[in-house]
T-cell receptor, first 114, second 114 residues
């Protein structure tokens, strides 16, 4: 079955540290890829998305993600985190060949200490 | 444009009761999708409505149902509530559908079943 894995469930960093959150999926066909963020008490919102083209995608708030097809991965990165990046991060994948319903990973809780 | 709104924001029910949640999409969006978010399972797709028709359905029992009105507002109903139905229920809207373009999420309805 198609699945999405986020291996880091909880990440704790200090401000200015670099961030990389992993996202892997199981499917060899066409995919659309997303990262969402949910700040405490706020809506789930889109950080960035990849449909096709340049596999390095830049999103809002200094985040970027790289699609590596051979590794079935779409890792989220930020070179220097801020306290305000404390949030829950979700990777989502739409798998082609079917209904294209998005499948979400279980999320990664990021805490950034000032 | 106003964002996706959901009412009520919080709800407490007891086992066996039924509940109706409401979602108003962004103006012009014809697709409304519903998700269940729990700490253990993450976000799971319930169903999608597009132009008053259910277009996609996730793997949830028949106790979970929905409908969409001509103004694109959607309701979700859960009958015979179980303790395991306690969750954050998210609604998301998009112009063309969950499998096609970006979804915009509402703040959610927190349902607690006692």
């Amino acid at each position: 079955a198609q699945s999405v894995s986020q291996h880091n469930h909880h990440v704790i960093l200090s401000e200015a540290a670099s961030l990389e959150l992993g996202c892997n999926y199981s499917y060899g066909g066409t995919v659309n890829l997303f990262w969402y963020v949910q700040y405490p008490g706020q809506h789930l919102q889109l950080l960035l998305k990849y449909f096709s083209g340049d596999p390095l995608v830049k999103g809002i708030k200094g985040f970027e993600a790289e699609f590596i097809k051979s590794k079935f991965s779409f890792n989220l990165r930020k070179p220097s985190v801020q306290w305000s990046d404390t949030a829950e991060y979700f990777c989502a994948v739409r798998f082609g060949g079917g209904s294209y319903i998005p499948t979400f990973g279980r999320g990664t809780s990021l805490i950034v200490h000032p | 444009k106003a964002g996706v709104t959901q009412t009520p924001r919080y709800l407490i029910k007891t086992r066996g009761q039924q509940v109706t949640l409401s979602c108003s999409p962004i103006s012009g969006h014809r697709s409304v999708s519903w998700y269940q978010q729990t700490p253990g399972q993450g976000l799971q797709f319930l169903f999608e409505y597009f132009s008053e028709t259910q277009r996609n359905k996730g793997n949830f029992p028949g106790r979970f149902s929905g409908r969409q009105f001509s103004n694109s507002r959607s309701e979700m109903n859960v009958s015979t509530l179980e303790l395991g139905d306690s969750a954050l229920y998210l609604c998301a809207s998009s112009e063309q559908g969950v499998g096609t373009d970006t979804q915009y999420f509402g703040p959610g309805t927190r349902l607690t079943v006692l």
